[in-house]
């Protein structure tokens, strides 16, 4: 990975953090997306520890809204010349149904929109042999998207809503690697594992105290579930393989309702009209 560029969002607490920094090890330069300014300069210092040789940068945005998404793509686009990998990692569950500036449901926009238009953004400058790696999760099992109340009005509930937008992550990184075919970029999409993370800790209600009280009695480390995200950023195993869900470094299979190419097209086209972005 040595003088490799990598671009990380949700890359300054938990499996991006270790991902990040394991990364960096290998002699990456690290480029965070971050919201929150104490935490990412905590990453940067980890980072230049562990690479002091690489210029590592921060830019901060709030990924639940579009014109933070597109400011900070844009950001990197004029400051980056050529992109290596896209690390998509920045996720959320909110216990309670909250709505964006943009009247996007705040999961939907958090975990589904902030992949497509970051992605959609920088692949001008991903050039052949680029990797773009989505962290999904097994959490899609059982979701099914509503076409007519993706923006969960009709009802709510924290954990299938989060659900759902993990089955919008496989779905976008299918159609993603359709649309990549041909260009020797690679994109693929991994469930981390159920990890021991700041995760679900602010959501609120019964889900927060639920996984509070798992955590210690299941969870893996980061450091585990940093693995995979590890293995399809820089191993030379999955070099030219596209389109794929992996677990534990390996091939996994999901859910039926992830592998229809018509819904995957679709949230698409919607997506892309949603946010004026992906069009082409």
């Given at each position: 990975?040595?003088?490799?560029?990598?671009?990380?969002?949700?890359?300054?607490?938990?499996?991006g953090?270790?991902?990040?920094?394991?990364l960096?090890k290998?002699g990456?330069r690290?480029?965070?997306?971050?919201?929150?300014p104490?935490?990412?300069?905590?990453?940067?210092?980890?980072?230049?520890?562990?690479?002091?040789?690489?210029?590592?940068?921060v830019?901060?945005?709030?990924?639940?809204?579009?014109s933070?998404?597109?400011?900070?793509?844009?950001?990197?686009?004029?400051?980056?010349?050529?992109?290596?990998?896209?690390?998509?990692?920045?996720g959320a569950?909110?216990?309670?149904?909250?709505?964006?500036e943009?009247?996007?449901e705040?999961?939907?926009?958090?975990?589904?929109m902030?992949?497509f238009?970051?992605?959609n953004?920088?692949l001008p400058?991903?050039?052949?042999?680029?990797?773009?790696?989505s962290t999904?999760?097994?959490?899609?099992?059982g979701?099914?998207?509503?076409?007519?109340?993706l923006?969960s009005?009709?009802?709510?509930?924290?954990f299938?809503?989060?659900?759902?937008?993990k089955?919008?992550?496989i779905?976008f990184?299918?159609?993603?690697?359709?649309?990549?075919?041909?260009?020797?970029i690679?994109?693929?999409?991994?469930?981390?594992?159920?990890?021991?993370?700041?995760?679900?800790d602010?959501?609120?209600?019964?889900?927060?105290?639920?996984i509070?009280?798992?955590k210690?009695?299941?969870a893996?480390?980061?450091?585990?579930g940093?693995r995979?995200?590890?293995y399809?950023?820089?191993?030379?195993?999955?070099?030219?393989?596209?389109?794929?869900?992996?677990?534990k470094?390996?091939?996994?299979?999901?859910t039926?309702?992830?592998q229809?190419?018509?819904?995957?097209?679709?949230?698409?086209?919607i997506?892309?009209?949603?946010?004026?972005?992906?069009?082409?």
């Open positions: 990975m040595a003088a490799k560029t990598i671009v990380v969002t949700g890359g300054t607490s938990g499996i953090k270790v991902a990040a920094i394991e960096a290998q990456a690290i480029v965070l997306i971050a919201r929150d104490a935490r990412a300069d905590a990453t940067l210092a980890a980072l230049r520890k562990a690479n002091a040789n690489a210029d590592h940068k830019h901060i945005a709030e990924l639940s809204r579009l933070e998404m597109k400011r900070v793509a844009g950001e990197i686009v004029s400051s980056e010349p050529q992109i290596d990998v896209l690390i998509n990692n920045a569950l909110f216990n309670t149904r909250q709505v964006t943009d009247g996007l705040m999961t939907f926009a958090t975990n589904h902030a992949y238009v970051v992605t953004l920088l400058h991903l050039k052949s042999g680029a990797r773009i790696v999904a999760s097994d959490a899609h099992k979701a099914r998207l509503d076409f007519d109340d923006q009005e009709k009802r709510y509930s924290g299938s809503v989060y659900g759902k937008s089955l919008c992550n779905l990184n299918r159609e993603l690697a359709k649309r990549l075919d041909g260009t020797g690679t994109a693929n999409c991994l469930h981390p594992g159920f990890v021991a993370t700041r995760f679900g602010n959501s609120g209600g019964l889900f927060q105290t639920v509070k009280v798992a210690p009695l299941g893996i480390s980061p450091e585990q940093a995979t995200i590890i399809l950023a820089s191993s030379p195993e999955v070099e030219g393989k596209s389109g794929d869900y992996y677990y470094n390996k091939l996994a299979t999901p039926k309702e992830a229809s190419d018509a819904d995957a097209s679709r949230l698409w086209d997506s892309a009209r949603l946010s004026r972005v992906g069009t082409a």
